[in-house]
């Protein structure tokens, strides 16, 4: 039988996480000799090894790997389907739209103006947006394009615009009216900032690795990276920076996305109203 239960996907998760079972089972509660036996038994059921035990603790295999990436998709559906199921019972409650802290904040100004319904901002750190619409802590999410995730999610286009590099006041670069990719993708002792990929991982490279406006703000303000991002996103940027146009970046789209059947069409509506109808701008 393949059929696997949450139950059983939630102890694996904490051990697949843990790679020590005593860790584990002190995480979900329960005694260690139930968890081990639970997990052995889906390695029975699934005739596959996901891990290699040792005195030390655990390891994944290739199939374990497999399951650890699949269940935390398992989970989070379910979840959001709880959450979901919660929030249609109530006709009254907001609408919730997620983005990412700091970014097009004048779009996201003339978007709420325009919205026929009430919205509740919810704001995240880059990259979530996409894990928010699908655990169903939101509804729709405002994310840009190439950068963000958008498998699987109906798509609104509202806005294009070119880039800016985000340098420290101090630099020779925040004298230049505009600078290209290769200007800014070699500066000695100014590396560019790493954003997590989609996965999770880094791209190699010598700059620090960021995953939060704040962090990086306070990197650059002390002259120890730069970055580049939409020109509206530096509506963040402290006094200590300062934004140069990158002629040839390529441009990004800020667009509205959305789970397939989420309630959104009002929203949608009154976006295409303002971004589309007029002139395009924000």
Do not use: N
Not at 195 to 203: A, S
């Amino acid at each position: 039988m393949d059929d696997l239960e949450t139950r059983e996907l939630r102890y694996f998760v904490a051990v697949a996480e843990e790679l020590h079972f005593g860790r584990a089972a002190e995480r979900l509660g329960i005694a260690q000799p139930p968890l081990s036996r639970a997990i052995s038994l889906l390695e029975r059921r699934l005739g596959v090894t996901l891990l290699d035990r040792d005195r030390r603790g655990a390891s994944l295999t290739a199939a374990g790997a497999v399951l650890l990436r699949e269940a935390r998709t398992a989970l989070d559906a379910v979840a959001a389907a709880a959450r979901r199921t919660r929030r249609a019972a109530d006709p009254s409650r907001p609408l919730v739209l997620v983005t990412k802290a700091g970014a097009s904040h004048e779009l996201l100004r003339a978007l709420l103006d325009a919205a026929d319904e009430p919205v509740e901002v919810l704001l995240c750190e880059v990259g979530e947006q996409a894990h928010r619409l699908r655990d169903g802590q939101a509804d729709v999410a405002i994310v840009h394009r190439p950068y963000d995730d958008l498998a699987g999610f109906e798509t609104e286009d509202l806005h294009v615009e070119g880039q800016v590099a985000i340098v420290p006041a101090t630099h020779p670069l925040a004298a230049r009216e505009s600078v290209t990719l290769a200007e800014v993708s070699d500066v000695p002792g100014l590396p560019i900032a790493r954003w997590p990929r989609l996965d999770g991982t880094y791209p190699d490279g010598p700059g620090p690795e960021v995953r939060t406006q704040s962090q990086l703000a306070q990197l650059v303000a002390l002259g120890l990276t730069l970055l580049v991002i939409p020109a509206s996103s530096r509506a963040w940027q402290w006094p200590e920076h300062v934004a140069v146009p990158v002629t040839d970046a390529p441009d990004v789209t800020t667009t509205l996305a959305w789970p397939p059947g989420a309630p959104v069409g009002p929203l949608v509506r009154a976006a295409r109203r303002r971004f589309l109808v007029a002139d395009g701008s924000a």
